[in-house]
């Protein structure tokens, strides 16, 4: 079992920047893929970025300009979406999530999932 618990979201300004933060915790968190998916009022959760087990290989939704950069630190077991330039557009609930199959997770599925952090971007 892998718990997740996404912090750092929030209400912020367009054209502001955030860091997400989720800790990862349990058995070989460290093993899993690391994403972060979102959740837009009144669509499905789509997947928005994924790091590799060893942070060498990172993966963009096409959907997502290089506003976003996607980390993962496996000393502390936490993996960050730094979104600047934020634009109304993105305002959402923001998961993280972890897996073993890049596929799934950019179909939008993942093994585990935290609770979410809602993002809201509005002047």
């Known amino acids: 079992q892998v718990q997740l618990r996404e912090s750092g979201g929030g209400l912020v300004q367009p054209g502001e920047s955030l860091r997400l933060s989720c800790s990862a915790s349990?058995?070989?968190?460290?093993?899993?893929?690391l994403g972060w998916f979102r959740q837009v009022l009144g669509k499905e959760r789509e997947f928005v970025a994924a790091?590799?087990?060893?942070?060498?290989?990172?993966y963009y939704a096409d959907s997502v300009t290089e506003r976003f950069t996607i980390s993962r630190d496996n000393a502390k077991d936490t993996v960050d979406l730094e979104i600047r330039g934020l634009k109304a557009e993105d305002t959402g609930i923001y998961y993280c999530?972890?897996?073993?199959?890049?596929?799934?997770?950019?179909?939008?599925?993942?093994?585990?999932w935290g609770q979410g952090t809602q993002v809201t971007v509005s002047s």
């Open positions: 999530g972890a897996g073993d199959l890049l596929y799934n997770m950019k179909s939008g599925r993942s093994h585990y």
């Open positions: 349990g058995s070989a968190a460290g093993d899993y893929i």
């Open positions: 790091i590799s087990w060893n942070g060498h290989g990172t």
